[in-house]
């Protein structure tokens, strides 16, 4: 059976090139070979991800184009070394396993927020390729962990959504919220399912885990959301409670460190405590029992939606009073829960893979 995973396998962002990861890696521990990511990776993708945005450039006034001059002048050494461990990841995980025009017996749509609104230079608006539109010929279409990110609630969306995935034989979303929307408006079976970096054991990511890149004690946080000022100043409270280094991952030009995937990872299992407005950042704490904290302004639900299902909401603050450094989550159960989710994710990712293959060789 020839697999394709159409997600973000190009993104520079530390998540989005650990889930695409994750779910090959568990495709093939399961014995199912034939795997290979779907290169679609549009020009407003492309565009994002350039030293040179192109798209980006021809968009912006005269004065903006000036700016963006001389920001690239100042930073593009930064830019350049900020941009480096994701290239060695993708040359290494990924573009060695990609097609291009292939024909898929099925392709699976996830994970990662691929259904959310697309709004940059060259884009403005849901893309239809990623809703299984016929771009990418597959005899069958699986939705796996998709994402919408946050939901633009209208009559106009469900309509579209109503016909969008008509197009999938199943579906499993990421977030809760996503799951009660689109229930009513989908025939197919429909499952809430784990994020693919769950499917993988903490033994497997060991594996591919480099040392302690700090080489001493720390308290790490990785801060993606500059409005939510809150975790900041707790991160840097925590780590003068400690008597630790504050060690921070807030863009190329503020970081402590050059941080891509590996690194990413590193850092997480490390830590003494982490502060993450990073969705997979909370992902990879848990599957590391590293103790955390997490706080957003916007785009809360895929946080919100894990911290429930594992019985960790306290773990997500509004007041830095609510931090309490050497208090440890009840790893045990969390991990129980962990197991029991991934167990019912992987009996809907594997048993939709064998009713494909079943109908298939029966014809």
């Known amino acids: 059976m020839r697999i394709g995973i159409l997600t ?3 993104s520079h962002n530390c998540g989005a090139l650990l889930q695409a990861y994750a779910l090959r890696e568990f495709l093939k521990l399961k014995g199912y070979n034939d795997v290979t990511y779907v290169d679609y990776w549009p020009e407003y ?5 350039r030293l040179f945005r192109k798209l980006y450039f021809r968009k912006q006034s005269l004065l903006g184009k000036f700016k963006f001059l001389i920001y690239l002048c100042v930073f593009f050494r930064k830019m ?17 396993n990609t097609m291009t025009d292939a024909c898929y017996d099925v392709v699976l749509y996830g994970s ?25 010929k597959a005899n069958c279409r699986i939705a796996y962990s998709a994402s919408m990110g946050i939901i633009k609630g209208s009559e106009e969306l469900r309509c579209f ?40 054991s903490k033994g497997e990511w060991l594996k591919i885990i480099p040392p302690n890149i700090i080489g001493r004690k720390y308290i790490l946080m990785l801060h993606w959301q500059k409005e939510a000022e809150l ?3 707790s991160a840097k409270k925590a780590s003068e409670e400690k008597g630790m280094e504050l060690i921070e991952i807030y863009g190329f030009r503020h970081s402590s460190v050059i941080c891509g995937p590996l690194q990413f990872l590193s850092l997480i299992y490390h ?18 029992n590293t103790p955390f904290y997490t706080h957003l302004r916007f785009n809360q639900g895929r946080v919100i939606s894990i911290l429930e299902a594992f019985g960790l909401k306290k773990r ?28 019912s994710s992987v009996s809907f990712l594997l048993s939709s893979l064998e009713h494909y293959y079943k109908n298939f060789s029966e014809r």
Not at 45 to 49: I, R
Not at 85 to 95: L, V
Not at 271 to 288: K, L, N, P
């Open 80 to 96: 350049v070394k900020h941009k480096k461990p994701f290239k060695e990841f993708i040359d290494r995980y990924i573009e060695p």
């Open 112 to 136: 990662d927020q691929i259904w959310r609104f697309q709004n940059y230079p060259g884009a403005n608006g849901y893309n239809s390729v990623y809703f299984g539109s016929q771009e990418i």
């Open 271 to 288: 830590a003494e405590c982490v502060f993450s407005s990073s969705f997979h950042g909370v992902a990879f704490s848990i599957i590391f």
């Open 45 to 49: 993708h492309k565009d994002v991800y």
């Open 316 to 343: 997500f603050i509004n007041s830095v009073n609510e931090i309490t450094v050497n208090e440890q989550p009840d790893w045990q159960d969390v991990n129980q829960k962990i197991s029991m989710w991934r167990d």
């Open 231 to 233: 975790l900041p100043y």
């Open 8 to 10: 973000y396998h190009r």
């Open 161 to 200: 959504l109503t016909d969008a995935l008509s197009n999938f034989s199943f579906i499993g979303v990421r977030e809760k919220d996503l799951y009660d929307y689109i229930k009513p408006l989908v025939t197919c079976p429909l499952q809430h399912t784990i994020d693919p970096v769950f499917l993988l």
